[in-house]
């Protein structure tokens, strides 16, 4: 019988845990099928949203290691995803922008992303979902403010 304890189901934080892994292994799936990982997905994102990086400031940006978002930025600019261009000014310089092609499959990507959110978030009404989308927002902002402690 594999039968969660009560204990547990009373952590919120557990709660969290679990539906976030579960949603995470959704979409990962999805991404997998498509030849991409979660973290190709934050990288479009990133450029989708805030435009065009310096290949160090988007590592920053989105918390990954520098020698990974070499390997990340190298595999999507191999699928015509993302462009690469040294900085003429600063030839330490790399920038990254999203290609056409790459804004295109984003835009697929995040549909996948709310289909799978929908899945996930299915037994909750509409508001229900824009009260807990409202609370975790709240949650997240705290924990990155005090990230540093």
């Known amino acids: 019988m594999n039968e969660t304890p009560p204990s547990l189901l009373g952590l919120t934080t557990y709660l969290m845990s679990r539906t976030g892994k579960a949603a995470r292994s959704r979409l990962a799936e999805r991404l997998a099928g498509r030849g991409l990982r979660l973290r190709h997905m934050a990288v479009l994102?990133?450029?989708?949203?805030?435009g065009p990086h310096a290949q160090r400031e988007l590592a920053d940006r989105l918390s990954i290691d520098r020698g990974d978002i070499v390997n990340l930025v190298d595999d999507l600019r191999a699928a015509g995803?993302?462009?690469r261009?040294?900085?003429t000014a600063d030839r330490r310089r790399?920038?990254?922008t999203v290609s056409e092609a790459g804004r295109t499959l984003f835009e697929s990507l995040r549909a996948d992303a709310l289909d799978v959110q929908d899945e996930?978030?299915?037994p909750l009404t509409a508001r229900e979902r824009s009260r807990l989308t409202s609370l975790l927002k709240r949650v997240h902002d705290h924990v990155r403010e005090n990230a540093g402690d």
Do not use: G
């Open 85 to 87: 261009a040294r900085d």
């Open 45 to 50: 994102s990133a450029l989708v949203d805030f």
């Open 94 to 96: 790399v920038t990254v």
């Open 81 to 83: 995803l993302v462009d």
């Open 120 to 122: 996930i978030l299915a």
